[in-house]
C-alpha cells in the first residue's frame, strides 16, 4: 500500500495493527523526549489504538529505539515538497521577525516548518481515524472516544483569556486520513505569497473553517494553570499540553510558575508508577 506514487513521502517499519491510531511528530532529539512520555501516558490508559510516531532524518536512530520498545509504529516522513519561496517565508528567522511570540518564549529548537509535516497525517491511509497528539503534551486519561468525533475537530486555543475560544489549537486534533484530502492541503497550503502565520495552526482553521470544537480539557495549555486558574481542574483534564516552555528544558523561564506540572512530566517520561491524577491540588490551592 505504501509504495504508490500517492504515498512517497512516508515510509513505515511495520504494518498497522488497528484501524484507530495517536499521531505525533518528532523532528529532533527534544521532541523525541516528549514522544517517550506522552507515548507512556497514552499506554498506561490502556487504548488498542496504535501509537504511530512520524519522524523526519533529524532524528537519530538512538533516539527513536525507547519508542520503538515502548511499541510504537514509527513511520519516517519527509518535509512537504514546497517551493522556496515558501520555505523562505516560513524559516525560524523570518516567521518570528514577522509573526513573534509575545506570550511565551519558542525554545531554541523549534522549527516551523517542520510543524507542516503534521499534513502528512491524512496518508496515513490503513487508518480510519487519527488522533494527532503534539509530542509535548500527556494524556491524563483514555480518550479514545475522541475517535467518534468528525474530521475536523479541534480545542480552542485557550491559555490567557475567554476571548480566545474563537481560535484553534492544532495540538490535539481528530482527522480522516485521506489522499484527496492531502492533495487538496498541498494546493491550498503553497499559494503564490501565502503565509501562514501560526504554520500549520493557521493553515488546518483556513482548510477547516467549520472546524468541530472540542472541550478544552481535551487540549488543556500550561498557562491556564496561572492565567485562569479557576478553569483547571485536574479531574476533568484529558490532555495536557506544554506549549511554548517544554518541561525537559534545563532554563525554563517559567519553571517556578509550572512546577507542579514540569514534575508531573518527569514523572512520565522516567516511566515511573503516577498517582491518581484527579487527587492533585488544583492551583488555587497549591498556590
Not at 516560513?90 to 506570550?103: D, E, S, V
Not at 484527496?180 to 501565502?194: E, Q, V
Amino acid at each position: 500500500m505504501f509504495g504508490s506514487e500517492q504515498l512517497q513521502g512516508v515510509r513505515p517499519r511495520a504494518r498497522s495493527r488497528s484501524r484507530q491510531a495517536f499521531v505525533t511528530l518528532v523532528t529532533n532529539a527534544d521532541y523525541a523526549m516528549g514522544a517517550l512520555a506522552l507515548a507512556r501516558s497514552i499506554t498506561r490508559t490502556g487504548t488498542r489504538a496504535d501509537i504511530v510516531i512520524l519522524h523526519t532524518a533529524g532524528v537519530g536512530e538512538s533516539d527513536l529505539v525507547p519508542l520503538e520498545e515502548l511499541g510504537c509504529r514509527l513511520v519516517e516522513a519527509d518535509h512537504l515538497p514546497l517551493s522556496d519561496e515558501f520555505n523562505e517565508r516560513h524559516a525560524r528567522g523570518n516567521l518570528h521577525a514577522n509573526a513573534p511570540f509575545t506570550k511565551g518564549r519558542k525554545p531554541s529548537f523549534h522549527s516551523p516548518l517542520d510543524n507542516f509535516c503534521k499534513l502528512r497525517l491524512w496518508q496515513l491511509i490503513d487508518y480510519d481515524t487519527c488522533v494527532f497528539i503534539d509530542a509535548d503534551a500527556l494524556v491524563l486519561k483514555n480518550v479514545d472516544k475522541l475517535f467518534d468525533y468528525p474530521e475536523f475537530s479541534a480545542a480552542p486555543n485557550v491559555y490567557e483569556s475567554l476571548a480566545d475560544f474563537h481560535r484553534m489549537n492544532s495540538g490535539v486534533f481528530v482527522a480522516k486520513p485521506s489522499l484527496a484530502t492531502f492533495k487538496d492541503m498541498l494546493t491550498l497550503l503553497d499559494s503564490p505569497d501565502i503565509f501562514w502565520r501560526r504554520t500549520d495552526q493557521t493553515f488546518l482553521e483556513t482548510f477547516f473553517p467549520d472546524w468541530h470544537g472540542l472541550p478544552v480539557f481535551m487540549n488543556m495549555l500550561q498557562y491556564v494553570w496561572f492565567t485562569m486558574p479557576a478553569l483547571w481542574d485536574w479531574s476533568s483534564i484529558s490532555i495536557l499540553h506544554y506549549q511554548y516552555e517544554k518541561p525537559w528544558e534545563e532554563n525554563h523561564p517559567k519553571a517556578d510558575r509550572l512546577k507542579p506540572l514540569i514534575d508531573l512530566w518527569h514523572e512520565f517520561h522516567a516511566g515511573r508508577d503516577v498517582p491518581d491524577i484527579a487527587t492533585f491540588a488544583n492551583p488555587e490551592v497549591a498556590a
